[in-house]
């Protein structure tokens, strides 16, 4: 595919998601319906896609077209080579196509929803705008090293061997960040032979965080694909479980966990009470998702007030059932790659006021920054 070509068929995904079809679902439908194009080009295409999402507000907030053609003069792209109307370019703009928009003010320069941008601020304060702007950019990529297979440094040469070159997260020692070649992974030796995983660095950070020096038993009670109860068996002898709500999601997980080298048992819902209780159980609840927005940027703009409050319900409801299966003495663990505080210090907050016999023992947060997506993560003690 030409330059152009790539730019006409991110216009018509921009459309049809514009009409309601999820991003992921209008790539994977373009890319099914385009047999000729290469692995390149269906890259290139979801770059382009995926950099009008993260900024579509401050973009002007219109049809594919428009879309397209406000982020080329945005990144000083060559418009006259891109919308050429030759081949499959699309038809040279109009001359009151080309304009610059007047610049953005307040959520519309943060690419933030009018009506999340007063909880925006109250949850971030001073850094409201500094987070809005690192969502509006890529999202960096990072692995998790399987410690009980092979050095942080091993791996980073393997990697290299294949072209694709790491560097070492600063503060968290399974990590290396991606710094070129990042499409390469999955069909490196080391992904395939389990020596490395994609995992982002918050989510790594949170395992870390984990009490797991005494713990026997672990459960990840909302595990999706089990990429934290994969980290969590590479990082101590408990046995590990895994549980979803969707066990779909789970049917990859034994062979990931044969491939690192570790085990970890997934449970269905009406096994969960003969395995416990448990010495740890962590919730990686369903949340909006805010702080990992570079990755889904369409997700920010599918948030509605009233999804929002569909979440904060269900991670009440999976506080509640989790709980049951955590141990007297016990750890329960909540975790979202959220910002909002609603979702977050609000919510455990909330939860133990309602719950009896339990404290909170420690809370953390990061912020998204160069270093990792944003995550929200927090340790409750059962005392009875």
Known sequence: MTPGARVAAAIDILDKIRAGTPAEQALTGWARAS????????????????????????????????LMLQLAQHKEWDIPALFSGQ???PRPPEPPEIVLLDLPLGAAACDIPDWLWPHWQESLGADAVMVAHVLQTRAPVFLRVNLRRITRGQAAEALAEEGIETKPHPQIATCLEV????????????????????????????????????AGTVLDYCAGGGGKALAIADACDAAVFAHDIAPARMRD???????????????????????????LVLCDAPCSGSGT???????????????????????????E???????????????????????????????????????????????PDSSGDGFFFAVMKYNQ
């Open 253 to 279: 997980l034994p062979a990931r966990a044969g491939r690192a080298g570790v085990a970890v048992t997934p449970l269905a819902a009406e096994a969960l009470e003969d395995h416990g209780p448990f010495d």
């Open 35 to 66: 047999r000729f194009a290469g692995s390149g080009d269906r890259a290139a295409v979801r770059d382009h896609v995926f950099d009008v999402l993260r900024m579509r507000r401050s973009l002007g907030d219109g049809d594919g077209r428009a």
């Open 179 to 214: 710094t070129a070649n990042p499409r390469r992974i999955k069909t490196a030796k080391a992904y395939a032979e389990g020596l490395v995983e994609l995992q982002d660095a918050a989510s790594q950070w949170a395992v870390g965080k984990l009490p797991l020096q005494d």
């Open 321 to 367: 059932q989790a709980s049951r299966y955590v141990r007297p003495g016990g750890i329960l663990a909540y975790a979202t790659c959220s910002v909002l505080e609603c979702e977050n210090s609000k919510q455990v907050q909330s939860f133990v006021e309602r719950q009896s016999g339990w404290t909170i023992a420690a809370d953390a947060s990061r912020l």
């Open 293 to 319: 927005w570079r990755r889904t940027p369409d997700a920010k703009w599918r948030l509605t007030p009233a999804r929002l409050d569909a979440f904060l319900q269900s991670q009440r409801e999976v506080l």
């Open 87 to 89: 081949g499959h370019a």
